[in-house]
């Protein structure tokens, strides 16, 4: 069964100290991996797609990668906008068009 | 810009009452979803669908049924809303079947009392 975990659940960070969130996936034949930003009270909105091992991808202060069997979304130097929640999800092989998001990781950076 | 809108941002109803959600896209994607969201169980596809009069079940369709009579609008239909149904739920579109980024509305959320 696909699966997606994501961790930490929250992190605070000050502003200009940078971290990394972790997406573990389990899938059958990964056909992609998504990243979305949420903002409180509004949906979901795409970042980066990943397509295989190896590969990264990088938006201003955010930079993700991919090995097989998880993905970071690092944030370099974070600003308070940069404070939401990160959703990964993969979409596999035997699944079609339907993807599996992970809980999230709610961040808030402070000033 | 690809927009995605829902009929409602925030809605109350009474257990028991049949309600409609609506969600329309305006660039022609073919496919569309509906999602339920929760704190700490993430996103949850509920019903998606391919094509005008097409649908497929997701993972949790209990509860709930879609329609799809214009490739722009897709409908969530709560035939008796219950407690549990009390949820925030997102419809998102992408343009044809493949690997491919969805795009999301602002999001219903929904009381059930």
């Known amino acids: 069964e696909d699966q997606v975990t994501q961790s930490p659940e929250a992190l605070r960070l000050q502003e200009g100290e940078s971290s990394s969130l972790n997406c573990s996936y389990t899938v059958s034949g990964l056909r992609g991996l998504f990243w979305y930003r949420q903002d409180p009270g509004k949906g979901p909105e795409f970042l980066f797609t990943?397509?295989?091992a190896g590969e990264e991808k990088e938006k201003e202060r955010l930079k993700a990668t991919l090995t097989k069997k998880e993905s970071f979304l690092h944030i370099t130097a974070p600003k308070p906008e940069d404070s939401a929640t990160y959703l990964c999800?993969?979409?596999?092989?035997?699944?079609?068009?339907?993807?599996?998001f992970g809980p999230g990781t709610s961040l808030s950076v402070i000033p | 810009d690809v927009k995605v809108t829902q009929s409602s941002r925030y809605l109350v109803k009474r257990t028991g009452e049949k309600v409609f959600l609506e969600c329309v896209q305006d660039?022609?994607?073919?496919?569309m979803f509906w999602y339920r969201q929760d704190p700490g169980l993430g996103l949850r596809l509920i019903y998606f669908?391919?094509?005008?009069?097409?649908?497929e079940k997701g993972d949790i369709p209990e509860g709930y049924s879609v329609s799809r009579e214009k490739k722009e609008r897709f409908s969530l239909i709560l035939e008796s809303a219950s407690t549990n149904q009390t949820s925030m739920y997102l419809c998102?579109?992408?343009?044809?079947?493949?690997?491919?980024?969805?795009?999301f509305g602002p999001g219903t959320r929904l009381t059930v009392t």
């Open positions: 990943l397509y295989s």
């Open positions: 660039m022609d994607h073919e496919n």
């Open positions: 998102a579109s992408i343009l044809k079947s493949g690997v491919s980024e969805q795009y």
């Open positions: 669908s391919y094509d005008v009069k097409m649908k």
């Open positions: 999800a993969v979409q596999g092989a035997t699944s079609y068009d339907k993807v599996i």
